[in-house]
């Protein structure tokens, strides 16, 4: 029996991403962002919450729109547009799709707190 091929096993194609523009990955956003959980409602788009609070206000996050996804969160408005932060909720979607600049964060959030 062969190994499934990749193609099978994470989505057809990430999301077009430009990390160029964009800041590294904090790591106390990491932490956070392992706190939330999402569901995916469309090509790229998730329904963000606090596994804790679910009843609370739900984010939505899109990561396909442009080329740096987007959040309707605050911490996006102020710090992910103009500076090219990645806000917890889209961290937490990226690690849903697998994507492996998200997968390395959380490799290094787990280093860095041994
Ligand atoms: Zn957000």
Same mark, same amino acid.
């Given at each position: 029996m062969t190994a499934p091929e990749l193609s099978n096993t994470l989505p057809n194609t990430l999301p077009p991403? &430009?990390?160029?523009k964009l800041q590294p990955i904090d790591m106390d956003r990491v932490g956070r962002a392992m706190e939330y959980t999402c569901r995916r409602i469309g090509h790229g788009q998730y329904d963000v919450w606090d596994i804790k609070e679910p009843l609370m206000v739900h984010k939505t996050v899109d990561l396909?729109? &442009?080329d740096v996804p987007r959040c309707d969160c605050g911490d996006f408005l102020y710090r992910g547009e103009d500076k090219g932060v990645l806000c917890k909720h889209i961290i937490c979607c990226l690690i849903a799709e697998s994507h492996p600049v998200a997968i390395q964060a959380v490799v290094d959030w787990i280093k860095a707190k041994r």
């Open positions: 991403i &430009n990390f160029a396909c729109s &442009n």
